[in-house]
Nanobody, 129 residues
Framework: QVQLQESGPGLVEPSQTLSLTCTVS??????????WSWIRQAPGKGLEWMGA???????YYSPALKSRTSISRDTSKNQFTLQLSSVTPADTAVYYC?????????????????????WGQGTQVTVSS
């Protein structure tokens, strides 16, 4: 049973960088064919795919967020991280990490919960005014 857990600060000031960590247990982030994504949901809005890191370490980003987003990993800790720079109140959302197959990066405009076989519980991040 694969489990994912998000962690990081719940409050970030505008212009600062948000950093979140996803800790994976019950499976390796280097598992072949797996893609490890960051997804967020702002209040009243749908799921937004932000980016992913593959089992190989290759990264993929949403065009809308590419300029501000960086995903990395620490294989020794079985963790991957999200950094989102220059945040504004529009970045207030619940942030999730999740595992999916290659289709999740081939068709990133489509985000459905059932495309991902494992999800973290999500963590609320608020960007203050």
């Amino acid at each position: 049973q694969v489990q994912l857990q998000e962690s990081g600060p719940g409050l970030v000031e505008p212009s600062q960088t948000l950093s979140l960590t996803c800790t994976v247990s019950g499976g390796s982030i280097t598992t072949e064919y797996a893609y490890w994504s960051w997804i967020r949901q702002a209040p009243g809005k749908g799921l937004e795919w932000m980016g992913a890191i593959a089992s190989s370490g290759s990264t993929y980003y949403s065009p809308a967020l590419k300029s501000r987003t960086s995903i990395s990993r620490d294989t020794s800790k079985n963790q991957f991280t999200l950094q989102l720079s220059s945040v504004t109140p529009a970045d207030t959302a619940v942030y999730y990490c999740a595992r999916g197959g290659v289709h999740t990066i081939v068709l990133p405009a489509t985000v459905r919960r059932d495309e991902y076989d494992y999800w973290g519980q999500g963590t609320q991040v608020t960007v203050s005014s």
